[in-house]
């Protein structure tokens, strides 16, 4: 492995710990804002405390595409990469008016109710909203950085496109299979955009890795599943290596012991 690419894969680590920092930090400030939610008066405490937590949001994720938009460059001039990107200057939107109250709305009152309804107490209620709020929230806030790249990706002539680059090694098998298959090409249209929300689940922390030569190593996590794959053939045996249960290959290995036993 080159210098350079060691460089490269430590930029990538670097810039998805930043990101989870951003997201850890500005949850945990929101998070202190969720209790204004008051029982007695739920509808207009939660409209409280969207407004409380807009700012916080739209905070994180400006500061996820300023970042994302040092660690392009960063990446850029690693992979020794000559010339400068056209987007240079692109950062993903803010948080726009209503969009919280659009993405976490349905999982206020009418959520924490229903819960009530079902059996819960107000506190496990709200608990189990928190869970659900803060999933969209981080999607939000890493959208700034996920934004910023897919478009400077999609505008840069020397970019061949990205790879997923999961949080960490242990991620879930979804990202992990995802990031084991290497690079998506521009050339084969695949759309990287935000537009595409489906490509990251709540709660997820991946990013996508630009690519800008064939063969970049995969990051640690798509190594680790790319053998796991490769040992298992499907994603759901791959799940049922990761929590424990026998998968297939292990049922069909005969018992140890030989013919004389």
């Excluded at 430590?10 to 945990?28: C, D, I, K, N």
């Excluded at 960063?74 to 919280?100: I, K, N």
């Excluded at 290959?249 to 005969?254: D, G, H, L, R, V």
Aim: glycine share 10%.
């Amino acid at each position: 492995m080159t210098a350079a690419t060691e460089l490269a894969q430590a930029l990538t680590r670097a810039h998805g710990a930043a990101q989870g920092g951003l997201v850890s930090g500005a949850l945990r400030r929101v998070l202190t804002l969720w209790g204004v939610l008051d029982i007695e008066n739920l509808d207009d405490s939660f409209a409280e405390y969207l407004r409380l937590a807009e700012p916080v949001l739209a905070e994180a994720k400006h500061n996820s595409a300023k970042a994302a938009a040092g660690y392009y460059d960063m990446l850029r001039a690693a992979e020794g990469v000559p010339g400068t990107s056209q987007a240079g200057r692109f950062l993903a939107d803010l948080v726009t008016s209503g969009e919280m109250e659009l993405t976490l709305g349905p999982i206020g009152p009418t959520y924490i109710r229903k819960a009530m309804a079902d059996g819960m107490t107000f506190e496990q209620a709200a608990r189990a909203a928190w869970v659900k709020q803060s999933g969209q929230m981080s999607h939000s806030i890493l959208g700034g950085s996920r934004d910023t790249l897919a478009h400077r990706i999609e505008r840069d002539d020397r970019a061949i496109g990205f790879q997923r680059a999961p949080f960490d090694r242990n991620c879930c098998a979804f990202c992990g299979v995802l990031a084991s298959r290497g690079a998506v090409y521009k050339a084969r249209g695949a759309a990287i955009t935000a537009k595409n929300g489906k490509r990251y689940h709540t709660h997820c922390r991946c990013q996508p890795q630009p690519v800008f030569r064939a063969g970049t190593p995969l990051s640690d996590a798509g190594q680790r599943f790319h053998k796991l794959y490769a040992d298992h053939g499907d994603i759901n045996e791959v799940r049922r290596h990761l929590d424990g249960r026998t998968t297939k290959n292990e049922a069909e290995k005969p018992s140890g012991g030989s013919a004389d036993d």
